[in-house]
């Protein structure tokens, strides 16, 4: 099981650049969630999909962010254009979602930065 | 917005001493999980309490829930040094979704 892959794990990039973030998440599993995670407002949760749909993008904060999943096995999430204010770790995480739940696995994060 | 709150925000303890984190949370919920956190990883899934349930074990963390005062513990016995991390409590929304929502974590640091 190589868990929840994530890349690049560092990004640094200037202001008005586009930005794409790539995720792979564990085989069988069918949901996929990013979320942010900043000093100031902890883990937030962007988006999430279910067998590659989306389901909730209501933590989307604007416009300039989009993610998609266009197949099993991966799903980028794109900031265009990037400001200093999105500077934070992105996470992926995966889950098979049984009655009752079933936990979230994370990738390791990328670690934004917008100059 | 965030469901969970954690408290205390950090915690400091010297190493073999229990530790003991609460986490409250504002709306139903199927779940409750708690998550640890190393220092520039991602998290990691400890356990899932579920909201019919009232104590679980797993090694040497014990979890409760109390669903009518919505609220959570995490008690890790004995700790270790390695048991240094950021714990997180999240739920899973009783929503008819699956959104699982965090709360802003516990910083723990355990002396050696």
Known sequence: ?115 | SQQGEEDPQALSIQEGENATMNCSYKTSINNLQWYRQNSGRGLVHLILIRSNEREKHSGRLRVTLDTSKKSSSLLITASRAADTASYFCATDLNTGGFKTIFGAGTRLFVKA
């Not at chain 1, 937030?44 to 209501?58: K, M, R, T, W």
């Not at chain 1, 400001?83 to 098979?96: G, H, K, L, N, Q």
Request: hydrophobic residues 30%.
């Open chain 1, 1 to 115: 099981d190589a868990g929840v892959i994530q890349s690049p794990r560092h990004e640094v990039t200037e202001m008005g650049q586009e930005v794409t973030l790539r995720c792979k998440p564990i085989s069988g599993h069918d949901y996929l969630f990013w979320y942010r995670q900043t000093m100031m407002r902890g883990l937030e949760l962007l988006i999430y999909f279910n067998n590659n749909v989306p389901i909730d993008d209501s933590g989307m904060p604007e416009d300039r962010f989009s993610a998609k999943m266009p197949n099993a096995s991966f799903s980028t999430l794109k900031i265009q254009p990037s400001e200093p204010r999105d500077s934070a770790v992105y996470f992926c995480a995966s889950s098979t979602r049984g009655r009752g739940g079933s936990p979230l696995h994370f990738g390791n994060g990328t670690r934004l930065t917008v100059t």
